[in-house]
Structures are given as structure tokens and as C-alpha cells.
């Protein structure tokens, strides 16, 4: 009887260990649900569950911008296939600054992609280092050699050193191309946001200096005029929240183009250029939840104004920069693969013009959006749980 006894409570034990479990999963499921809800409920709008983690995670730095992203979890980038570099390119002054090049480990020839980083024009807001992962994945998708260019930043050097330090990496590039076995008669130029400006003010300057005719450009969420402007999007996404501020504009601004005269030359804010023929077919990816999406999508109306071709997307559901999240971010993959298609065509087809218009992309429900959606919730697990576990020393010296 006693063992009996004995296998009852041993049972009974571990049936209440068991419920008392179940009730507690169940219980922080509840709260990470209601969580992610909160977090994907903005005035602005409803956010995507993925976005929403991304958003919350950066914004109350949870994790660091520069975490490593797993192999298994990022996919192929091409590393394996690609020879990479630190060079110097020299510019007009006599100096010179750092750059990094991706080229395919093979004969060629290859198409060349000259790429300009974000960061609002100033230091310590973006790198060649911090924007890698796209240069690599271009580089590797599109099998091209991509150079990844470091132009100096304000305040110690303000407009026009950026763009001359971007013309004179073309030029460089344009010379050395051979020796990378590189195809001179497809290059383009690839940036985004302040480098999205960077980029196709260096295709106009290729232009108006009978520099290296260009293939094609594509423009990321692009900063396109330093004037005050009345666009809706300035307004509504300007906190910060989505990843760029209005103080940030606002301080870009001051910085790198110090003096208001600047704030209209052509080369600083190309969607008042008096001019725009000329310019290579032209990609330009929008945010939905950006304050640069308006002027963005103004661009591409005025370069098909002036009969360039261009082909403007605009993803709903995402922030400004969500293409640097492709590892980790559906949306960002989706836009990342379309420059990359239309790369490969302008490279080896021809682009024709069509009317302007802005197509929205929304993903709709389905394996890659229900993917996303596991993906956030195992991550706000994670972050809820860390939260918790960061505060326990603090609640437990207060009971102390």
C-alpha cells in the first residue's frame, strides 16, 4: 500500500508540475500577444507584427544595430563566390578615402555597382562597414562587382566634398575595371537614403561632365530636397519611431549644407533640378512608414517628366531603411530581390519607358507573412523575457 501511496503522489506531483507549466505558457502567451498588439498599434497606423518587434527591439536598444545574423538564418549571400578588398580610391583634393570591393572570383566580364551608404551625410550615423550586408548580397545576386564607397561626412567636410568624393570613386572605378575584369559599358550606381541622393546626383554629374555612361540607378527611400518642402509623409512618420527623425533632417541639413543657398543646387536637392534629361533608367523603393516616402515618389514623377524611365515601388507595412533588415525582414528580402532583378535586366536588356506610376506592394497573408509572423513572436519572446530578466536585480535589491 505504501508503494502505491508513494506512485500516486509521484504522479500527482508531476501532473501539477505539468499544469502548473501549461498555465504559465499559456499565460505568457497571453502577454506576448497583448504585447506585440500594443507595440504594432501606432496613430500612424497598423504595424506588421514583424515590423512592430523590429521597431520596438531597435528603438528601446535591445539589441545591438551591428548583431551578427546567423548563416542558417540569413541564407546565401554569395560570400563564398566573392573575392572582397579594402582599397583606397584617390579624389581630387589629394586625398584619399577608404573603400570596399566585391567582385565574383572569375573571368568576367562583370557589370559594375558603385554603392553609397546612409546615414544623413554626417558621422557616426552610417558606414561602409554598417551597410555590408547589402553590398555583399548585391555583389553576390547579381554577380557584379560592387564597390562600397566611404566619402567623407559633415561637419568636418560639408557639401560639395560627399558628391566629389563619390564622381571622383566612379572615375577611379572606371579606370580599374580592367584589372577587376569589369564590363565599363554597365555600371550603375545604388544608394539609400542620404546615399540614395548621393547616388543619382552622381549620375547627374557623370552627365553634365561627360563622365561614364550609366546603365542604371536605384534609389532606397532616397533623401531627395533639402527645402522646406510641404510633403505628408515629413509630418506624420517624423518621431524618429521609424527610424529618422525630423531632428535628424534638420541637423543633416545645418551640417552638410550649412548655408540656405546651397539648399536648391541641383546637387544637393535633385528633385529641384531644372534639368533631368539624360539620367539612367531608374528604380526608386519607398517605405510606407517613412518621412522621406513622399519626395522619394516625387523624384521618380519628375524624372519621368523628362522622359527617363522609372519604375517606382512603394512597401507597405515597413520603415525607412527595412532593406538593411533583409536577413531577418520578408519585406525587406522582397525589396532587396527586386532591385536585383531589375539590375540583371537593365545589365542585359534593355529598360523601356512606361507612364509613371507608384505601385504599392503589400504582402498578403501566406507561408513567407505567416513566417514573419512566427519569427516576431519567437522574437518577442525573447525580448519580453529579457526585459523581464534585466529588471529582476533591481526589484530584488529593492526587497533586499
Known amino acids: 500500500m505504501k508503494i502505491k501511496s508513494n506512485i500516486y503522489k509521484f504522479f500527482r506531483i508531476i501532473r501539477n508540475i505539468t499544469v502548473g507549466v501549461a498555465v504559465f505558457v499559456l499565460l505568457f502567451a497571453v502577454v506576448v500577444f497583448v504585447t506585440v498588439e500594443q507595440w504594432a498599434s501606432k496613430e500612424e497606423g497598423k504595424l506588421p507584427v514583424k515590423?512592430?518587434?523590429i521597431l520596438h527591439a531597435v528603438n528601446e536598444n535591445l539589441v545591438p544595430l551591428d548583431l551578427e545574423i546567423p548563416n542558417f538564418v540569413r541564407g546565401s549571400t554569395g560570400r563564398s563566390t566573392m573575392v572582397r578588398e579594402t582599397v583606397e580610391i584617390p579624389v581630387r583634393d589629394g586625398s584619399e578615402i577608404t573603400g570596399k570591393v566585391y567582385r565574383p572570383n572569375g573571368e568576367g566580364p562583370y557589370p559594375i555597382i558603385m554603392y553609397y551608404h546612409g546615414g544623413a551625410f554626417l558621422e557616426g550615423y552610417g558606414s561602409i562597414e554598417t551597410h555590408e550586408n547589402i553590398?555583399?548580397?548585391l555583389a553576390g545576386r547579381t554577380q557584379s562587382i560592387v564597390v562600397a564607397v566611404g566619402y567623407r561626412v559633415a561637419p568636418k567636410y560639408v557639401f560639395p566634398t560627399a558628391i566629389e568624393d563619390g564622381y571622383d570613386a566612379l572615375l577611379w572605378a572606371y579606370d580599374m575595371a580592367e584589372a577587376w575584369n569589369g564590363d565599363v559599358s554597365k555600371i550603375?550606381?545604388?544608394g539609400d537614403s542620404a546615399g540614395g541622393n548621393i547616388a543619382t546626383v552622381v549620375a547627374m554629374m557623370s552627365r553634365?561632365?561627360?563622365g561614364p555612361e550609366l546603365t542604371a540607378q536605384v534609389l532606397y527611400y532616397p533623401l531627395t530636397t533639402f527645402q522646406d518642402v510641404a510633403l505628408p509623409s515629413?509630418?506624420?512618420y517624423d518621431s524618429g519611431y521609424y527610424l529618422l527623425s525630423?531632428?535628424?533632417m534638420y541637423l543633416a541639413r545645418d551640417k552638410y549644407t550649412p548655408e540656405p543657398d546651397m539648399w536648391s543646387n541641383p546637387y544637393t536637392s535633385p528633385l529641384e533640378a531644372k534639368d533631368l534629361t539624360g539620367l539612367p533608367p531608374t528604380l526608386i523603393i519607398t517605405a510606407e512608414f517613412d518621412p522621406l516616402r513622399d519626395e522619394g515618389e516625387a523624384y521618380g514623377k519628375r524624372l519621368s517628366?523628362?522622359?527617363v524611365p522609372v519604375e517606382t515601388i512603394r512597401y507597405k507595412g515597413v520603415m525607412h531603411g527595412f532593406i538593411?533588415?533583409?536577413?531577418?525582414?520578408?519585406?525587406?528580402n522582397h525589396g532587396l530581390q527586386k532591385s536585383v532583378h531589375y539590375l540583371r535586366t537593365a545589365f542585359h536588356d534593355e529598360i523601356l519607358y512606361e507612364p509613371y506610376t507608384v505601385k504599392v506592394v503589400n504582402i498578403e497573408d501566406g507561408k513567407e507573412t505567416l513566417r514573419d509572423q512566427l519569427e516576431a513572436y519567437a522574437m518577442a519572446c525573447f525580448l519580453i523575457g529579457k526585459q523581464a530578466f534585466t529588471m529582476l536585480p533591481t526589484q530584488y535589491t529593492l526587497i533586499k
Open 51 to 53: 515590423t512592430a518587434v
Open 135 to 137: 553590398v555583399r548580397a
Open 188 to 190: 550603375a550606381v545604388a
Open 208 to 210: 553634365d561632365e561627360g
Open 234 to 236: 515629413r509630418n506624420v
Open 246 to 248: 525630423r531632428s535628424v
Open 305 to 307: 517628366d523628362f522622359g
Open 324 to 332: 538593411s533588415f533583409y536577413e531577418v525582414m520578408y519585406r525587406g
